[in-house]
């Protein structure tokens, strides 16, 4: 991993901070919750796994409006990627006025992605960092709801989301569903158009050259989840948590969520510049045994935003293979 990928220690220090309720106690006393919480398992539930620092590899595709000749640039990018995730220490206090008050828990993250082979100044270039939280959610009587895990994003390009869902357990190995890239009308049937800058054996300029992509196929095009496929060769999966999430109503949840765009991506007369509309994303938290009979930590993801222009909706992928450091 390149140097200008590394994570400080201290970026997301919570060493002086705890967030404790005030002008009004939720629940037990403070002296209970302490005795409650060393018998109990992390209040992070299931998304306790995420803890740490993650690195690896993966791969973004993502349909560019184009301001010229025709409206679109297909940018392929093979990256590098550090992920971290700090507990965020204390009871989030969420108060009520349908139902009683809640507690949340959470996590800071921090995400960085170079391009793993395009050089600036003779670095990695930098493509994406995103600051958000994880928190989880107990379940609720109004909505009426199970538990459920969100993510609260904040895009650079000027886009803000709140994305939740469900975490399940399971054994074995994931089903990795295929990812499309195929752009569709916004409008019902939502009918797919096909592009010539799909056929990496089409020369065109308006998809990323082929100096910068060495290692990309056809199929990872075709379906960028191939390379999570992949990531699970030659590794015994002992056990996973799979965390589905949508900024729709995925039911649970029965509502929230959503987007939010600067005045720029939302445009005006004409239809959007590049309205970031939706997004769904997985994360699958696996505990696994090498070759070599090593236990070790993966965290796969597949993300999918919907970019919304000219009319069409233009399917933005990423995925990656990280390992827990």
Known sequence: MAEESKVPPTSLTMEDFSITPVSGTIGPAPEVRAVAAAAAPSPLGPLAGLKGTWKGRGFNQIWR????????????????????FVEIPGDIPNRGLLQADITLHGLTYLQKINDANVKQNGKPAGIHIEPGIWVSVPATTN????????????????????????????TGAPTIAPASIVPFTITPPNTPINFPEQNLGIPTTFRTPPADIPHVTQAMVNNPNVVLTNGLVGKAIQSVTTLIISTLDLNPPSSGGGTSNIAFLQGAAGGPNAQAAQMKAIFWIEEFVDAHGETHHQLQYTQTVLLNFNGLSWPHVSVANLIKQ
Do not use: C, K, M
């Open 143 to 170: 909505p009426l709801d199970p538990p459920t895990v969100a993510r609260l994003a904040n895009i650079p390009h000027g886009t803000s989301l709140v994305a939740q869902g469900s975490a399940l357990q399971s």
């Open 65 to 84: 409006p184009f301001h010229g000749t025709q409206d679109r640039f297909l940018e392929l990018n093979e990256t590098e990627e550090v992920l971290q």
